[in-house]
């Protein structure tokens, strides 16, 4: 069974693992619901209780698909989700704050949940045009109305974080962070743990490369989002599959997945991060949460972080389109 771990100190304690949502719905390929509700209920079984969705997963679908997934089992489930784009025709147009819009977001939410509350709440992007002490002076009054226990940023800046905690307590950030990610490292990492705010890392997988299951961008449907990917385009895909190798050559030595050793330097990174790999199929669940109780010696990770240090890792992490939306 998987431990438990803090989110910030306001209480919050969820699954050392979380299961990310998202490509139930959105962005990977083609969903399958009886599947995906099949694994989520796999994963409450194994002690996993933290899921992450959000508004934008679908949009709306993916929420809808938790809320059929916990009917008669909403207490054993924390539920994470996020706010924050606009929409036109089932396609972002920009990013929407507005204190209206968060409130109204909250209630069309929770009617596709199905649920009396949100455990967390997480403003998606920053929205530059309004004041995050505006957001999360809003996001704290649904805390005391009762539809929302903790709040959450996700991809936010020091300076926002700092801003936002002063307002009410953060309880966590959302963020990328991987043996393949580690732009968090620098400045972010040490500032939410000065203020005592969790990390949940998503991507924990570094998109297919630390398994050694990417792609070329090119070998993806339109539909799918890696191909876009700049990181799986030319020189840069070829650069990354061969840094990567490091995580698979140290899966072959401990007779585990490259998946495991991947999760298992996440969740080594300190207790209070919480990564939320994400998957649709049971057998990969099954596989993830098998990291937890796995092990890496000092010279272990010292290899692993050598092979894959920010400068090895080929081409930025998002298009334009994409980074416009991350405040750093």
């Not at 409450?44 to 929420?63: I, K, Q, R, S, V």
């Not at 920053?126 to 996700?154: C, H, Q, Y």
């Amino acid at each position: 069974m998987l431990k438990t771990r803090k989110l910030g100190n306001q209480g919050l304690e969820v699954s050392e693992l979380g299961l990310g949502c998202m490509g139930m719905s959105y962005a990977y390929g083609t969903p399958d619901d009886a599947e995906s509700i099949a694994t989520i209920h796999r994963a409450l079984d194994l002690g996993m209780n933290f899921f992450d969705t959000a508004e934008m997963y679908g949009p709306y679908t993916n929420e809808e698909l938790l809320g059929r997934a916990f009917k008669n089992k909403r207490n054993e489930a924390i539920i994470a989700t996020k706010f924050g784009f606009s929409f036109h025709n089932g396609q972002v147009t920009g990013l929407n704050s507005h204190p209206d819009n968060i409130k109204k977001f909250v209630e069309d939410s929770l009617k596709r949940l199905q649920t009396t509350h949100i455990d967390l709440l997480f403003q998606h992007r920053v929205d530059p045009n309004i004041p995050i002490e505006d957001v999360v002076g809003t996001m704290s009054d649904l805390v005391k109305e009762g539809k929302v226990r903790f709040l959450g940023l996700s991809e936010a800046s020091a300076s926002n974080i700092r801003r936002a905690h002063k307002t009410h307590p953060i309880s966590a950030l959302q963020s990328e962070y991987s043996l393949w990610e580690r732009n968090l490292e620098p400045e972010i990492l040490p500032l939410i743990r000065e203020l005592n705010i969790g990390l949940v890392a998503y991507s924990p997988l570094g998109r297919g490369f630390l398994t050694g299951t990417a792609k070329r961008a090119e070998e993806y449907p339109e539909s799918d989002y890696r191909r876009k990917d700049p990181r799986m385009q030319g020189e840069n895909y070829t650069r990354n599959m061969k840094a990567a190798e490091a995580v698979q050559n140290l899966a072959k030595e401990k007779n585990v997945s490259p998946s495991q050793i991947a999760i298992a330097w996440t969740l080594l990174k300190g207790n209070d991060i919480v990564p939320i790999p994400g998957t649709k199929r049971r057998v990969y669940l099954d596989e993830n949460i098998a990291a937890a109780s796995l092990s890496l010696s000092n010279d272990e990770i010292h290899v692993l972080e050598k092979a894959l240090a920010p400068e090895v890792v080929s081409g930025p992490r998002y298009i334009p389109e994409i980074f416009k939306f991350i405040d750093r």
